[in-house]
């Protein structure tokens, strides 16, 4: 049996209830670890959670800012292989996953813990993030999951907190479960369990509509690394942030879709990450006058198994190790520029440049600039359709 617990931390009504349940029916001291990725726009009041913490029954409380790891080592490499679940969803909960395991880790060494929790459900995916990664890191870890263990609904939760006085700003009449993160926010349960259920307004906060008049924006690559927008170089997460708001106001970025959990069950998911679809769609365009036809093409395939990966829970993987050595390779020369144009519930690609660019104006022009070999054709055509041309005579019509 464990002794000493770290409790990835959020300080919302589950965790809250779990550091004292731990305390309580498990016997162990809880190290409460909270972890920035960004929710809440990045504004945590670190003082007001670690006393959360302990009020509860931790015996130490820890806030790590991890919004630059997150945004350099986690969301670009998903980024830069267009990393989009099911052809739609850009893993905006799956990616913060493994970093608040890297930082559990990293305090169970720490602290001498020999187990890390976590507040997930047994029907959901981040059990399954959490606790592969736990084990591909640290594989003499346990892992403890208080809320699959303990049976209570989230009125017995709220009642099991107000009397044992853990202070918590629950509600029973709470009817949305959301996530968010720099990458973007996941709203789901309440009306919207239904799939037919047009999801209310009042849940859309990125993508509130404020903006009328159209837009271009320009979006600056380094060797698939976003750096620049209209030009201004930003710091990473600044230029998320400033990209979420501009493409946001436009009401644009919102996805409502049907998902496959791991778990084995389907799940209507609605989510808003207008600024990584931004960038995903920008970077895949700046990709398309960069990268060598066969590279771009097995790249192609190669996405939606990276994304089923992290999706998965599998970041800590050898199969994803290896997949990111060729993405990182695959990106040396996508350099460049690509121009968006934003307007009410739009956002579109309306250019691309680059010096790395393998469009040759004077190979692709039919105006006087041409410089392709027409005559060069006719003998590649012939070669080309030689194998059909011979089944033609010989077997095609024999019929079969």
């Known amino acids: 049996m464990a002794k000493r617990v770290v409790l990835a931390y959020s300080g919302g009504l589950d965790t809250s209830v779990a550091v004292r349940w731990l305390t309580d029916e498990l016997g162990v001291e809880v190290i409460a670890l909270g972890v920035n990725v960004g929710q809440d726009g990045g504004e945590i009041d670190a003082d007001a959670l670690i006393a959360r913490a302990k009020a509860a029954g931790a015996v130490e409380a820890i806030v790590v800012d991890a919004r630059d790891e997150f945004a350099r080592d986690f969301c670009m490499p998903a980024m830069r292989a267009n ?31 020999d187990a890390v929790a976590h507040g997930c459900t047994g029907k959901g995916n981040d059990q399954v993030r959490f606790e592969v990664s736990t084990r591909a890191l640290a594989p003499d870890l346990d892992v403890i999951a208080p809320v699959r263990t303990w049976g209570m609904t989230r009125e017995d939760s709220i009642r099991y907190a107000e009397a044992r006085g853990i202070p918590i700003t629950a509600t029973k009449e709470k009817l949305y479960s ?23 307004p009042g849940v859309w906060s990125l993508t509130a509509p404020s ?16 750096v620049s927008l209209d030009g201004a170089t930003l710091p990473l997460v600044s230029l998320i942030n400033e990209l979420q708001s501009a493409v946001g ?34 970077h895949g365009d700046l990709e398309s ?51 968006l144009h934003l307007e009410a519930g739009s956002c579109q690609v309306t250019g691309r440049r680059s010096d790395a660019s393998l469009y040759d104006y004077g190979l692709a022009t039919y105006d006087a600039e041409d410089s392709f070999r027409h005559e ?9 359709g030689l194998s059909v041309e011979t089944w033609a005579a010989r077997q095609a019509r024999l019929g079969g």
């Open 376 to 384: 060069d054709s006719a003998g590649f055509v012939r070669l080309w």
């Open 211 to 226: 903006t009328t008049e159209p837009r271009d924006l320009v979006i600056g690559f380094d060797a698939g690394v976003p």
């Open 289 to 339: 006058i960069t990268l060598e036809r066969d590279l771009a093409r097995e790249k192609s395939r190669l996405e939606p198994r990276y994304a089923e990966l992290v999706y998965d829970g599998l970041w800590f993987s050898p199969l994803k190790q290896a997949l990111d050595a060729f993405i990182d390779d695959s990106q040396q020369h996508v350099t460049g520029e690509v121009r």
């Open 83 to 113: 990393a989009l679940y099911e052809g739609r969803y850009p893993l905006v909960s799956a990616l913060s996953r493994p970093v608040i395991v890297k930082h559990l880790v990293a305090a169970a060494r720490e602290h001498g813990a």
């Open 249 to 282: 106001s436009y009401g644009w970025g919102r996805l409502d879709m049907v998902e496959n959990r791991r778990v084995g069950i389907k799940s209507r998911e609605t989510y808003e990450c207008p600024a990584s679809l931004a960038l995903i769609l920008a």
């Open 178 to 200: 959301i996530d968010d993160n720099l990458w973007g926010r996941a709203i789901e349960c309440g009306e919207m369990e239904d799939p037919w259920a047009v999801p209310p």
